[in-house]
C-alpha cells in the first residue's frame, strides 16, 4: 500500500514538474507583447524558426512574432524568444508596406475580399526556407530582400526587388 502511495504521488510529482517549463507558448508572447511592448490589439501572433533572420542572433532557439497596432493606430512587430530568461524586444517591419496595406492588396485581386481582420489569426508567418518552399515551391530564395513569408489560405506573400510578391488565385 505505502509502495503504490509513494508511487502515485511521485508520479503526480512528475507530471507537475514536467509541466513547468522556461519557455513562453504563443498565448505567453501575446500577453507579453500587450503588457510589456505597447500593442493594444493583436493583428498576427506566430512561431518563428531558430534560423529566423528577423530575430537577433542573442535569441536562443525559436522566437515567436507579434504583429499589433499600438495605442497611436501604428503597427508594431514584436519578436518574443521562446526562452522566458530572455526579454521580448521590437524589430521593424521588414516589407516596405504595412501589413495592412499589404491585406489591402491583397484584398484588391478580382477573387475579392480574400482576408477580413476577423481571421488574421489564422496568417502564419514563415521563416523557414524549407517551409516557405512547401508552400511555394517556385520560390526563388535568392531574389527575396530578407527570408519571411506571410501565409493565408493558399496565399504567400514575399518581397523581391523592393516589391511584393503576392502569389495565388487572382495573380499571376
Not at 493606430?73 to 499589404?102: D, M
Request: charged share 25%.
Amino acid at each position: 500500500m505505502f509502495k503504490w502511495l509513494f508511487l502515485m504521488l511521485s508520479l503526480l510529482f512528475l507530471i507537475n514538474l514536467s509541466a513547468c517549463t522556461n519557455e513562453n507558448k504563443i498565448t505567453d508572447a501575446i500577453k507579453i507583447a500587450k503588457e510589456q511592448m505597447g500593442i493594444n490589439e493583436v493583428l498576427v501572433a506566430s512561431v518563428g524558426s531558430s534560423d529566423s533572420e528577423i530575430k537577433r542572433e542573442d535569441t536562443r532557439r525559436f522566437c515567436y512574432y507579434v504583429l499589433g497596432l499600438n495605442s497611436d493606430n501604428e503597427e508594431i512587430f514584436v519578436v518574443v524568444p521562446a526562452l522566458k530568461s530572455q526579454a521580448a524586444y521590437l524589430v521593424n517591419w521588414p516589407f516596405n508596406k504595412t501589413f495592412t496595406k499589404i491585406v489591402a492588396d491583397l484584398n484588391a485581386s478580382s477573387e475579392g475580399d480574400i482576408l477580413i481582420k476577423d481571421d488574421y489569426h489564422q496568417v502564419a508567418l514563415i521563416d523557414s526556407i524549407a517551409i516557405m518552399r512547401q508552400y511555394d515551391s517556385s520560390l526563388e530564395v535568392e531574389k527575396l530582400d530578407f527570408k519571411l513569408m506571410i501565409v493565408y489560405r493558399g496565399y504567400t506573400i514575399t518581397q523581391a526587388n523592393k516589391a511584393i510578391v503576392i502569389k495565388g488565385k487572382g495573380f499571376s
